[in-house]
């Protein structure tokens, strides 16, 4: 799998959000996209899955334009911004009902994602009832449920307790050996700490790889 960013810009009323990006992304690699709040990273991995459209340039996966096709790329899995899910339903029905779209998975795979991100199999408690964390726990669930190939997590350790964090951390190193293709975007450069294979900085318009430290 491989993504090609080719001199993408981004605007929303005259405001540039991205300015002339371009960058490779390939299987078997975890990027990280540090960035201050509001400077483009959702964006960005909006205009990855065809959320959004660029203003200037072009993104292709495996060479193909699904921007241009108007049809969100397979075998994505994504966490961007703040979970939805229906509140008067438990976690558990909820990832059910979003696994019938495709229906590739069964029951026993939704217990398997939901033991991973430490939400008990059974729980009736309705996602109304949820804290930030445990509602960010079933946006993790619902990005990787599904086995995909590529997988975008937008501050996914956002108010995740850290046992959890760790856990997931080393379940994400274990699929990019299986050649998943991982971004990860935060505003927490420390998230990216031993999991990160490449880190770039978002800033000004512009993405750019990091060498070194990376400036708060």
Partial sequence: ?????????KEFKNETILDSVSLNFESGKIYGLVGKNGCGKSVFLK???????????????DGVDYIAKKSFPPKFGVLIEEPAFISDMNGFD?????????NIID?????????????KFGDKKKVGKYSLGMKQKLGIAQALM????VILLDEPFNSVDED?????????????????LIII????????????????????????????????
């Fill in 1 to 9: 799998m491989k993504i090609e960013v080719i001199d993408v810009t």
């Fill in 47 to 61: 205009m990855l899955c065809a959320l959004y459209y660029p203003t200037k340039g072009k993104i292709l996966i």
């Fill in 94 to 102: 909820n990832l059910k009902l979003l696994a019938k779209i495709q």
């Fill in 107 to 119: 029951d026993s795979q939704i217990k398997k994602i939901l033991e991973l991100v430490n939400l």
């Fill in 146 to 149: 599904e086995d995909p190939d």
């Fill in 164 to 180: 959890t964090t760790e856990k997931l951390k080393k379940y994400l190193i274990d699929l990019k050996k299986q050649g998943k």
């Fill in 185 to 216: 975007v935060t505003h927490i450069k420390d998230d990216l700490e031993n999991i990160a294979d490449e880190i770039y900085k978002v800033s000004n318009g512009k993405i750019l790889r990091q060498t070194d430290n990376i400036d708060d």
